[in-house]
């Protein structure tokens, strides 16, 4: 398997549907997809019909539905679809498609050239497209709150946040199996997991849009995150030192390379 995309989904019925309507289209143009590939739709302890939307793209996809009655969090969901994956790539987005699956293609090339074993997308990176930008008071808190990571965890990433993010597969298993985090804050200890052991990360501009119906409150997991952040920290000091430099490097420019 060259390819393994997983997409965690909490009550995503509304939204599911027209995300993987876009991950079939685009993956029916071949390219890119042209090799063995699987798509991990991961259902959170949802409550609704996010499942059933889901198996509808079974005749369609490459698709696995995982599903539990709990729910657990976007980092535990997220987990269990990487540690299920078999891809020498392995990628995870979010359900509600902010940002298009082509951008996937983008965030491979410099995996595929060795350049680096994790490539995560940014809305503030240079070359980043919103076409439909949050609204002020998510803009604001969201930079309140990369300044905030970067000064408790010196992590240079403008945004952590981001929920595409590419890696190579072997990777992307070690590291989300050593991860504590369950909530939406595992970006943050999967990042200072990477800058621990001293993986390269590139942060690429990628397209994204605000999408209607986001179950992150930003207030309420604003404050979790910022909590979460300093747990994070006091972990990784008892745990091991930190890379004597930062692995961390911004980068606009997308190679071109086939993944076959």
Not at 12 to 38: K, M, S
Not at 150 to 165: A, E, H, I, W, Y
Request: with cysteine; charged share 20%; aromatic share 6%.
């Amino acid at each position: 398997m060259n390819l393994s995309i997983v997409i965690p989904a909490y009550n995503e019925a509304l939204r599911i549907g027209a995300t993987l309507e876009t991950v079939a289209a685009h993956a029916a143009g071949g390219g890119f997809y042209a090799a063995p590939y699987e798509v991990f739709v991961v259902c959170d302890g949802c409550s609704d019909a996010t499942e059933q939307v889901a198996r509808r793209f079974a005749d369609r996809l490459p698709l696995r539905v995982v599903s539990y009655p709990v729910n657990r969090g976007k980092g535990y969901a997220v987990r269990q679809g990487v540690a299920l994956s078999t891809g020498r790539l392995v990628a995870f987005m979010d359900a509600d498609g902010a940002t298009p699956v082509r951008e996937l293609e983008g965030l491979a090339q410099p995996i595929l050239r060795n350049q680096a074993p994790i490539v995560i997308g940014s809305r503030r990176a240079k070359g980043a497209r919103l076409t439909v930008p949050q609204p002020l008071h998510r803009r604001v808190l969201g930079r309140a709150f990369a300044l905030h990571t970067r000064l408790v965890l010196k992590m240079p990433v403008l945004d952590t946040q981001c929920g595409f993010k590419a890696f190579r597969g072997d990777v992307a298993r070690d590291l989300f199996a050593a991860l504590q985090c369950d909530g939406f804050a595992f970006d943050l200890e999967l990042l200072a997991q990477a800058q621990a052991r001293g993986l390269r990360v590139l942060e690429l501009g990628v397209e994204w849009q605000e999408r209607p119906g986001s179950t992150v409150h930003p207030l309420r997991d604003g404050l979790r995150m910022l909590r979460a952040a300093w747990q994070i920290r006091n972990r990784m000091r008892t745990a091991r030192p930190v890379a004597a430099t930062a692995p961390f490097a911004v980068s606009p420019q997308p190679l071109k390379t086939p993944l076959s």
